[in-house]
């Protein structure tokens, strides 16, 4: 009976369990490989509370305000009003810093600290903010290049030589829980389908926006491809994939090819905002001020604006410096050693605990034998 409700359990997205959760639910499944990464692990969306707000909140990326909106660079008003919501603000700041911060001694960002900090943005600021930066309509290039350099794609996904190939992308994914589940739910989320109106298998490109956003601050990172369109894809690409070369278009066509997820990316800012989920709404979103000289595209804090939380202090005790800051060519994908250095330092660990036992068990036996 315990192991059937194991079998049907799911995990909750953004949860301070979900890595937790995410091990037990692949452990029990598939505990001699991880063949299934169509299937979310997570819990399914209220699907019929989502397809009647199809005009929901993910709309009021363009919202109600008293300015016209005629001619203004959408994704720098978005910007504004994320600015003056004080959780989109700082927290805004936050994954900002943290991809932006140089490594002492090194060229490069922390891109675990990056990914975590975008992680933490997407998943607690509403999504009336959170999609409105992401999905802002644009009409022009400036507005465009705003939007691309959103997640700062130089410390979020770039390689610091070249594109890494798609097989390489997605094993390096395969082996991280996290990144598998979001790479699942998105699988499941976006598959299109010719007949639904929508593009989308599920009906809902609502639903396939969130699993989108859900990949951001994961190994598979997508973006926009450039500063002129909504396409988006991976950061990677299928050189030398041999006769795997099929499998590797197929990651790429996940994203450059899916007309579920290019139709919910273009349908959105098209009407009234509406909530999604029964979470209670911010307070209403203010009118732009007129300062779009004091603005910069490139808008980001200052180093010393935003301190690291005590959140991160812990999980960087648990956590390598750069365990996925480099996505090695796909030749060398045998011999990545990266990924073994958690499991090495869990045998340190059991081994110093061992070591503390027998020396307890040896003082307790004399004790005993001069008492």
């Not at 819990?43 to 019929?48: A, K, S, T």
């Not at 990172?221 to 278009?249: A, K, R």
Request: proline share 6%.
């Amino acid at each position: 009976m315990h192991y059937q409700s194991l079998q049907e359990c799911k995990c909750q997205r953004g949860s301070r369990m979900e890595q937790q959760c995410l091990s037990v639910y692949w452990t029990i499944r598939f505990p001699q490989g991880y063949d299934d990464i169509e299937t979310s692990p997570y819990e399914d969306f209220e699907l019929e509370l989502v397809r009647n707000s199809e005009t929901s909140k993910l709309a009021s990326i363009v919202s109600v305000s008293s300015l016209p909106l005629t001619d203004q660079n959408q994704c720098l008003k978005a910007a504004q009003d994320c600015g003056l919501y004080e959780k989109c603000g700082s927290l805004r700041s936050e994954y900002a810093l943290a991809c932006t911060k140089i490594i002492p001694g090194t060229n490069h960002c922390n891109r675990h600290k990056c990914h975590r900090a975008l992680r933490r943005f997407l998943e607690r600021v509403p999504e009336e903010y959170s999609f409105g930066v992401l999905f802002c309509p644009c009409s022009d290039t400036l507005c465009g290049e705003r939007r691309r350099k959103t997640i700062v794609p130089s410390c979020s996904y770039e390689e610091r030589d070249e594109q890494p190939n798609c097989l390489n992308l997605e094993s390096y994914c395969l082996k991280d829980n996290l990144c598998r589940s979001r790479l699942a739910d998105f699988q499941q989320n976006c598959q299109p389908s010719p007949l639904s109106p929508s593009g989308c298998l599920r009906e809902s490109g609502a639903v396939c926006l969130k699993a989108y956003a859900g990949l951001i601050g994961t190994i598979m990172t997508p973006n926009y491809v450039s500063n002129s369109s909504t396409e988006v894809s991976q950061w990677c690409n299928c050189e030398g994939s041999g006769n795997q070369w099929q499998d590797c278009l197929r990651i790429l066509h996940m994203f450059n090819s899916n007309t579920c997820l290019r139709n919910a990316i273009d349908n959105t800012g098209s009407s009234t905002p509406h909530p999604i989920e029964d979470t209670p709404l911010p307070p209403p979103r203010p009118s732009p001020q007129i300062q779009h000289d004091e603005l910069k595209i490139n808008l980001l804090p200052e180093p010393n604006t935003v301190a690291e939380s005590e959140e991160d202090k812990e999980e960087d005790q648990t956590e390598e410096g750069g365990g996925f800051n480099v996505i090695p060519p796909f030749s060398d994908k045998a011999t990545v050693t990266n990924l073994g250095s958690e499991a090495g330092r869990v045998h340190s660990s059991a081994s110093t605990f061992s070591i503390t036992r027998f020396l307890l068990k040896a003082l307790l036996l004399i004790a005993l034998r001069w008492g």
